[in-house]
């Protein structure tokens, strides 16, 4: 069990959108929060003229899922940030960490820029601006666990400000279900199936290459109920063509979706087609039974009988 921890965050304009200090008890760290275009009154502020670590923060293109980061560090942070203000329009707001102390020196933001990005590798939810991958520099063995500790209270504050890019997925439900033609078939009528629309490149490339689906919004009733995926192809295809069981499901962004794993690759069934009618279209996510799915003849026998 991880261990309880306070912080405390101050509002210097009143505006509990704009530019946030946050700071905790026995700490020397402090951290400074702000949306872009808050970046003129903040670059006037004294903490910009110290040694320290910043992220910056914010979305490509309007359709991306995750968000685009880029980590960066200097001696004084006022005129990097002040560069990336003028020349990088991706990013919509900030998080800079210095020290009260000034005990950050460049040896120590260096390796706080290698690890943030090595943890934003490994937990793969964002796309990073970074052009090169930072070395890990040397330090002393008493240095290497002081910068630790405030990397520690650098991640244990970002997912408190809106970002959990840097944390490892954690499943919010394991049902690890297997394939039910091989079980026997299951015969609750209870919705336990997700049905997800996809285009056939996607189809192609992730749900039978990679065996997953994310990006996908699931009610928060539903999310322990369950057990099986299943893959509408949209135009021309229109139909369910595939279904997998489900190993987990975890978090996906920062947009309050979520990742589908599945515990064996996806297998055909039917195909289910949208209807007798001229072939439609379904926009988002719907439950329905395995039961019901397995005896389906169109799209409709499962999403509107009762």
Known sequence: MADPFTIR???????????????RMNWTGLGLVFPRANWPAVQKRAEMQRT???VLVGYRNENDDLPTLYVGQADGVRGRIDSHYKNKDFWDWAAVFVSTSGGLNRAHVTWLEYALVKQAVDANRCYLDNGNVPQEPALSEAERADTQAFLKEILQI???????????PKAVAVPVAIDPSA???????????????????????VFLGEDCWYAIRISG????????????QTLPTSAITHYAPVARI?????????????SEGAKAIGPIPYGDATPGAMQGPR?????RLRKAKQLTDVLIKG
């Open 9 to 23: 965050i101050f509002v210097p304009d009143g505006n509990p959108e704009g530019i946030r200090l946050i700071d």
């Open 52 to 54: 320290g670590i910043y």
């Open 158 to 168: 970002l997912p408190l400000v809106g970002l959990r890019a840097f944390e490892i």
């Open 183 to 205: 079980s026997g078939a299951s015969k609750s009528k209870k919705p336990d199936t997700i049905i997800v629309p996809a285009q056939k490149e996607g189809f192609e490339r």
């Open 221 to 232: 009733g539903m999310i322990e109920r369950i057990k099986y995926v299943a893959a509408y």
């Open 250 to 262: 975890e978090p996906y962004g920062e947009g309050g979706k979520y990742k589908i794993v599945f």
């Open 287 to 291: 439950y329905t039974s395995f039961a």
